[in-house]
RNA sequence: CGGGGCAUGGCGCAGUCUGGUAGCGCAUCUGCUUUGGGAGCAGAGGGUCGGGAGUUCGAAUCUCCCUGCCCCGACCA
């Protein structure tokens, strides 16, 4: 390709919107544009990238045994209305109405379809299992879309849905989408990991992500030192204290603290360690009540596990001010365990405490010498809190440590959470009608393309991965237009790597070195080589990889066996 | 949804407080010079200042309404 006729604008200035390396350098590059919020175009240089990366899902996809077909953007409401989702799936949805007033949603993803798909086609035991995947543009009215293509409202997905008889068909599905997702993500060439997740909102039992790392990532993840034990941090369990409670030796004692509503100001002010004081979080349970969950003063509710608990309102919220005052009598800030008359949780961490810190439930007062049973009856223990750096892991080997990523795969057992309301039934071999078992495995094709910048950068600009780089090689041949020798080496080098099938991209351009060198490194195209009279002179050309600082000389007539080598 | 901010040529910005009919840098086009790290000079094109209403002799600038976009928050107890 030539990049005199290429239609790429580099831009020298980071537009203002973008906030997040990825986005301004998918901007600079000239990879995407924005129309509106959340809603991208993808100009050439940025659909290449695209394509390579939905290649590759393709080929491992097809070669895990998958079948590919594409199903509408826009889905009638009554699918939703059947699966129940229609109501559950929330403002995130986004409903249209045809000009007959009859009501559709632009799909967010396809369960619904395709499980219609699958009870019309899948009749007998005898066809399963079965997986059908599509790579397609999906939509999700995101509260706040940000971070370009990172979360966008439109973007392009891949979801795929297998089909199983039984319990152990779904087991073994999954599995092979585990590895055809280990396959896809490896050759991507970025550094990814497999954690265990939390299912959310669209239900089942067990599921994985797969996140790319980068310290940029908006999840954090946290992954043990000593074995393969990996999850996303809301799904990751603490384990309680290994050391028993020690006896209680204080006596309860009513203590002025005068404006310390928080942790950090009530440790300063009595001088002692948050890990020795208590926090109660009144929350709204299930039954009109409130519901008090206690967790040690350096540790953080994990808002996922909370909202599983019996009796507890889900999702998550923290009662009204008025609330609070209503079921303690007291204020934000000075609310404690001692008299409490709702039911209470204790995190495993806080119910190993003794004579701990707590609110006293009065105005600009704590409690100090605290102890369960003795003076707070009753709580229940539960795992309510975010593992921090450090803790051990609940595999039972090694201590975790916390990562940032960016979750780029989900995969899912959902069991028969579909084809149940659905009906997506078959007849089994005694010949009784049962309902499928589902797999829904979805890859954020867009999010990876933003997710490789995040991952790998530098100041200068993007530094594409082989694989996904849109071309392989940038040729940057100086004073072209000047030098009859450059020209000659240039065009007989560009037709001898186009030949060999290798994807160059030749700035012919009439700029000056420094403008060519620029523009290269910001695209971030892998190999670079040089072609300049300085070098010629000698027979040479000059190369360097972009995550180089140095370029080096190699004879101009071993030009394709020297990029063969390089390329792998 | 709650809070804050912004909207002026393709991009980045000034001008708004204190009303007088729009400017700078980059990018683009032409010419000459230049050519190993985002060149120099000379010239040119391109903006009804987000939209509407109002105040005024006169509005990018003041007032009101609307829209779009960006950021922060939704884990103080």
Not at 103 to 115: C, K, L, M, N
Not at 174 to 195: P, S
Not at 547 to 553: A, G, K, L, M, V
Request: net charge negative.
């Amino acid at each position: 390709m030539r990049l005199s006729q290429y239609p790429i604008n580099t831009l020298k200035e980071t537009p203002a919107e973008a906030e997040v390396v990825s986005h301004q350098l998918m901007l600079r590059a000239g990879l995407i544009r924005r129309l509106a919020a959340g809603l991208y175009s993808w100009l050439p240089l940025g659909l290449r990238v695209l394509q390579k990366v939905e290649r590759i899902i393709r080929e491992e996809m097809n070669r895990a045994g998958a079948f590919e077909l594409v199903m509408p953007v826009v889905q009638p409401a009554e699918l939703w209305q059947e699966s129940g989702r229609w109501t559950e799936y929330g403002p995130e949805l986004l409903r249209i109405k045809d000009r007959h007033q009859r009501d559709f949603v632009a799909g967010p993803t396809h369960e619904e379809v395709i499980t219609d798909i699958v009870r019309r086609e899948l009749k007998s035991y005898r066809q399963l299992p079965v997986n059908f995947y599509q790579i397609q543009t999906k939509f999700r009215d995101e509260v706040r879309p940000r971070f370009g293509v990172m979360r966008a409202r439109e973007f392009i997905m891949k979801d795929a849905y297998s089909f199983h008889l039984d319990e152990e068909s779904l087991r073994e599905g999954y599995r092979a989408m585990y590895d055809a997702y280990t396959r896809i993500f490896t050759r991507t060439g970025l550094t990814f990991r497999a954690v265990r997740a939390d299912s959310g909102a669209i239900g089942g039992d067990v599921s994985q992500e797969f996140h790319v790392l980068a310290a940029s990532g908006e999840d954090a993840i946290v992954f043990s030192d000593a074995d393969d034990y990996a999850a996303n941090l809301e799904a990751a369990a603490a384990l309680p204290p290994a050391e028993p409670r020690p006896a209680a030796r204080e006596e309860l004692r009513k203590v002025p603290t005068p404006g310390a509503r928080t942790i950090e100001d009530l440790a300063r002010f009595l001088k002692v360690d948050p890990a020795h004081c208590v926090k109660t979080l009144i929350v709204e349970g299930t039954d009109g009540a409130v519901v008090a969950l206690a967790v040690r003063g350096d540790h953080e509710l994990n808002a996922v596990k909370a909202h599983k608990l019996p009796g507890v309102a889900s999702p998550l919220q923290l009662a009204s001010a008025e609330r609070v005052r209503a079921a303690t009598g007291t204020e934000p800030g000075y609310v404690g365990l001692v008299g409490l008359e709702c039911r209470i949780y204790a995190d495993t961490s806080a119910l190993a405490l003794a004579d701990f810190v707590c609110g006293a439930n009065e105005k600009d007062l704590h409690l100090t010498g605290v102890n369960w049973d003795r003076d707070v009856p009753g709580a229940m223990p539960a795992d309510l809190r975010k593992v921090v750096e450090g803790d051990p892991s609940p595999s039972g080997r090694g201590r975790l440590r916390i990562a940032r990523g960016i979750e780029v795969g989900h995969i899912f057992q959902l069991g028969r959470k579909y084809s149940e309301p659905m009906k997506a039934l078959v007849l089994d071999e005694g010949g009784q009608e049962t309902a499928l078992y589902m797999g829904c495995y979805g890859i954020g094709v867009t999010r990876i393309v933003a997710a490789a910048i995040e991952q790998n950068h530098d100041e200068r600009g993007i530094i594409w991965p082989d694989p996904i780089a849109p071309f392989q090689v940038v040729l940057v041949p100086l004073n072209l237009q000047k030098s009859d020798r450059v020209r000659a080496a240039t065009d007989r080098l560009y037709a001898e790597l186009t030949d060999a099938g290798i994807e160059v991209l030749l700035d012919d351009r009439d700029a000056r070195p420094g403008v060519k060198f620029a523009d290269a490194e910001l695209l971030g195209i892998p190999h670079r080589l040089v072609v300049a009279e300085r070098g010629l002179e000698a027979g040479k050309l000059e190369y360097r990889h972009r995550r180089d600082t140095d370029s080096h000389e190699f004879p101009a007539d071993r030009a394709l066996g020297f990029m063969r080598s390089r390329l792998g």
